[in-house]
Structure formats: C-alpha cells, structure tokens
C-alpha cells in the first residue's frame, strides 16, 4: 500500500468480518455494522472485529510496526456510559468519550494488527460502527548508517 492510501477492505461491513461475542450483529445501512447486547447474556464490548489482514479483520493488508496511521469512524450507542475502545497492540488500548460520536484517532502500530471495539454496552442497548477508514500517515523513521562529518566553518 502506498502512503495516504484506504487500507480498509471494501466490505468491513460484513458481519463474518465481526466477533459477536454472544451478541446480534446487524447491517443498519450499507455502511455500518451494529452489535446488540440481547436482554441476558451477550458481552459489553458489543463486538469487535481486528484491524488487520485475515479473514476476520478488516484490512487488506497488514499494519507496519512503527508506523504512524489515521483511524476515522462514526461510533453510535444508546448505552449511557457506551464507548468505543482501541487497542493498538500491546496490551494498551484507547477508550474514546462515552457516547455517540465521530472519532479520529492518529496511532504508532504497536503490532501488524489491532482491535476496535466497544465497551460498557448494556442489556438490551447496541453499540455501532460506520464510515471506517484507516490510512497510514507517515512510514518508519529513518536511521543513518553512514554518520557524514559536517564542516561549521564559515567561508
């Protein structure tokens, strides 16, 4: 992939692309995906789909390590203290401000790969993702190998 280039396949949408995690996956419109917690059971974290290449993620191709990439997406909730979560691997993650909004998240990958999810859906509530996008902003530092001797002589 180039630089600045969609990494996101074309249909991020399709719910064999999500772990429901006990909870119902649905298509509200072409360009999103919805988890609803049933009334007993299911998992707060709605569901969740991995930000990498495979046949449950959502990219076509994997992330560079050490490169810095631009995550954008809608995330809506009828949950109170609904929220989206972002673990860019590691073992961290970001948790974005309970409710609905449109998020850009700018990260350094951690790994070739990555999680978005939700957290804090309740029973009977739904969490939902739409407009995603993820392009890498900027590679890999460089390194110098071959140190050049600089002159601070003034001519």
Do not use: M
Not at 44 to 56: F, H, L, P, R
Not at 82 to 94: L, V
Not at 119 to 144: E, F, M, R
């Amino acid at each position: 992939p180039t630089l600045g280039s969609e990494l996101v396949v074309a249909d991020p949408y399709a719910t064999s692309r999500w772990n429901a995690v006990g909870n119902t996956l649905s298509n509200p419109t072409a360009t999103s995906l919805r988890a609803t917690r049933p009334s007993s059971a299911g998992h707060e974290q709605g569901a969740n789909t991995g930000i990498y290449y495979d046949s449950k993620g959502i990219l076509g191709a994997n992330l560079t390590v050490g490169a810095v990439y631009e995550l954008t997406f809608e995330f809506e909730t009828d949950a109170t203290n609904g929220n989206a979560r972002f673990y860019p691997g590691g073992g961290s993650y970001t948790q974005f401000t309970e409710g609905s909004r449109s998020i850009s998240h700018i990260f350094e990958a951690l790994g070739t790969g990555c999680i978005l999810s939700a957290n804090q859906i309740l029973n009977d509530k739904y969490a939902q993702w739409g407009n995603i996008s993820l392009k890498q902003i900027n590679g890999n530092p460089a390194t110098l190998v071959n140190t050049p001797t600089f002159s601070t002589d003034i001519p």
